[in-house]
C-alpha cells in the first residue's frame, strides 16, 4: 500500500516539482496551496505525512501546524516544514508546534525524500501496542494516547506525550537529550538550539502532570529519567 504524502506550497513550481519527486519514488500525493486547504485535505485524507511550506497566503505554516496537532483525527501525522528563512528562531518554533523536522529551500529533491523515509520510519517504529501504565497518580494509557493525573485528564501534545511515554519505557534509565532528540525529533546531533527544545517540552510536561510532576527527574549535565519512586 503505497503511503500518502499531502504537500502544501504556493509556490506551483515547488509542488509540481515535488510531486513528480514523490510519484517516481512511489508515494500517492495530495497537493494544497493555501493553510485552509490543508486542514481540509488533512483532515479528510488521513496523509502518513505532510510536507508543509512556512510562508503560506492567510494561515501560515505555523498556524497550520499548531491547528493540525491540535486536533486529535490529525495531531499523530508528521510533519517536515519548508521554510525559506534560516533563522534558528523559526525553525525552533516549528519543532515545539510540533512538526518533525524541517528543510530549507531551497532543497534537493533526493535530500527531502531521504527525510521523508526516516521521519516516516521513526513513526513506524512509534506505533503503540494497547497498554496501560499506573505509576503514582499518573496513568498513561497507550493504546487512547490519553493521560490522567487522581483520574483527572490531562492534555498533552504529541511531542509532550511522545516524550513522557519514552521515559516512563525506559524503565528509569537516564535518557540524555540527545537520545531524545533522536527518538522524538529525529535529530541526532544536538546543537543547543535544539537542546533547548527538549528543555522546553520537559518544563511544560512537569507544569501539566501536577504533583506527579516529581516523575520527570532532572540528571545534571546529561538528560532526564522517570523516576517510580515517591
Known amino acids: 500500500m503505497k503511503e500518502k504524502i499531502l504537500i502544501v506550497d504556493d509556490e506551483k513550481d515547488i509542488v509540481k516539482m515535488l510531486d513528480y519527486n514523490l510519484q517516481k519514488e512511489g508515494f500517492k500525493t495530495t497537493l494544497a496551496y493555501d493553510g485552509e486547504e490543508a486542514l481540509d485535505k488533512a483532515a479528510v485524507n488521513q496523509p502518513d505525512l505532510i510536507i508543509l511550506d512556512l510562508m503560506l497566503p492567510g494561515l501560515d505554516g505555523l498556524e497550520v501546524c499548531k491547528t493540525l496537532k491540535k486536533e486529535q483525527k490529525t495531531s499523530n501525522i508528521p510533519i517536515i516544514m519548508l521554510t525559506a528563512k534560516s533563522q534558528e528562531t523559526d525553525k525552533i518554533v516549528g519543532l515545539e508546534?510540533?512538526?518533525d523536522d524541517y528543510v530549507t529551500k531551497p532543497f534537493s529533491p533526493r535530500e527531502l525524500i531521504a527525510r521523508i523515509k526516516a521521519v516516516l520510519r521513526r513513526a513506524k517504529e512509534k506505533e503503540t501496542?494497547?497498554?496501560?501504565?499506573k505509576v503514582?497518580?499518573?496513568?498513561?494509557d497507550l493504546s487512547k494516547i490519553a493521560v490522567s493525573v487522581k483520574n483527572k485528564p490531562v492534555e498533552l501534545t504529541a511531542k509532550e506525550f511522545e516524550l513522557l511515554k519514552t521515559l516512563i519505557k525506559a524503565k528509569g534509565r537516564v535518557l540524555s537529550r540527545d537520545y531524545l532528540l533522536d527518538t522524538i525529533w529525529g535529530f541526532d546531533n544536538a546543537m543547543e538550539i535544539q537542546t533547548r527544545t527538549v528543555d522546553v517540552h520537559i518544563r511544560t510536561l512537569r507544569k501539566k502532570l501536577k504533583n506527579e510532576a516529581k516523575r520527570i527527574v532532572t540528571v545534571k549535565n546529561y538528560g532526564y529519567r522517570f523516576g517510580y519512586e515517591d
Do not use: S
Open 97 to 99: 508546534l510540533g512538526a
Open 129 to 133: 501496542v494497547p497498554e496501560l501504565l
Open 136 to 140: 503514582g497518580d499518573l496513568t498513561v
